[in-house]
């Protein structure tokens, strides 16, 4: 079945927040003239201990746009968006989070009516936000706009992509959805931006704390390092091996002057210099055996997609620890 549209919510301890939730994705595709033969929400619960598995459950008979998917163990937020990612079905697809900071009734159309402007991705903008991270998020989104040379404002909100993007994205590593913007840039798409209201937290605690601000500046330069040079390691390590040996080559023609015009040995420099000159070949060693690697890697990349376009036309995948039983909405 072809849907127009899927929104995906992974959603951890969001009991008293996901009724809510599913009657304001209700309201909005009523808004919108969607209805459950076009249109999904998609939920992914990621192990909750709060009885948000029974009450999604319970939702899915007076709803019947609503899939419920399970994680039995609390994977976090890029597992469930990578377990979101495979099992959506929409041509356009939404992410919201669950705790309602955001408000699907409202943000839904504004993605989307952004990405019906010809865009690939469209980042939300909260207006409005108040919370103890906020400077430091400003410093992460300042340091992703740098590096990356996005021109969005707000990195880790709400997003909406076009189902291509989803389907070129590479195995996405622990906590790497906060990275999402960034991959898609690397890879060419379009990105556009809409500024949506934020909302205070209605019920629930945050599971995202001040500590993860410089794990996240930290994943931010790993990410930056592997778009960079996982195509092209040879020119990082072989960059670093030519300066070694091109230093050690310099420090050894002083070492020769010295010697030639005042009989002078600086032993300690020429032992240096020769460690240099042996970690420049490692290093090219490195760079040539990084670039067999990444030859192999694109060759498996490349059966992985195949096997993602067979296993979409053979029907829905599951895999250990995720359950994927779901109510189809009847034609």
Known sequence: MSFAVSVLVPARNEAENVPELVARVDRAFTK???????????????GSTDGTREIAESLRESYPFLRVIHHRLNLGMTAALSTGFRLVRGDLVLFLPADLESDPETDIPLLLGKLREG????????QGRKE?????????????RRLFGLTVH????????????????????????????????????????????WHKRRAGRSHYGLGRIPISLLDVLVVWFLLTFSRA???FFGGLGLGALVASGLTYVWLLSLWLSTATQKRPVFLFAG???????????????????????????????????????????????????ERIAPR
């Open 119 to 126: 865009y690939d991705v469209v980042a939300g903008w909260r």
């Open 132 to 144: 103890s991270k906020l400077f430091v998020s400003g410093i992460y989104n300042t340091v992703s």
């Open 154 to 197: 707000d990195m880790n909100w709400i997003k909406g992509f076009r189902r291509e993007v989803i389907e070129d994205l590479p195995p996405l590593r622990s906590d790497w959805h906060r990275f999402l913007l960034h991959i898609a840039a690397h890879e060419g798409y379009r990105i556009g931006e809409v500024p949506t209201d």
């Open 233 to 235: 390691p040879m020119r």
């Open 32 to 46: 919108l003239g969607l209805d459950a033969e076009c249109a999904e929400l998609l939920l992914v619960n990621d």
């Open 275 to 325: 460690g240099l000159a042996i970690a420049g070949l490692l290093l090219f060693l490195i760079g040539f055996l990084a670039e067999l690697i990444v030859n192999q890697g694109e060759r498996l990349a490349e059966l992985e997609r195949l096997a993602r376009a067979e296993r979409r036309r053979g029907g829905p995948e599951t895999e250990p620890g995720v359950e994927t039983r």
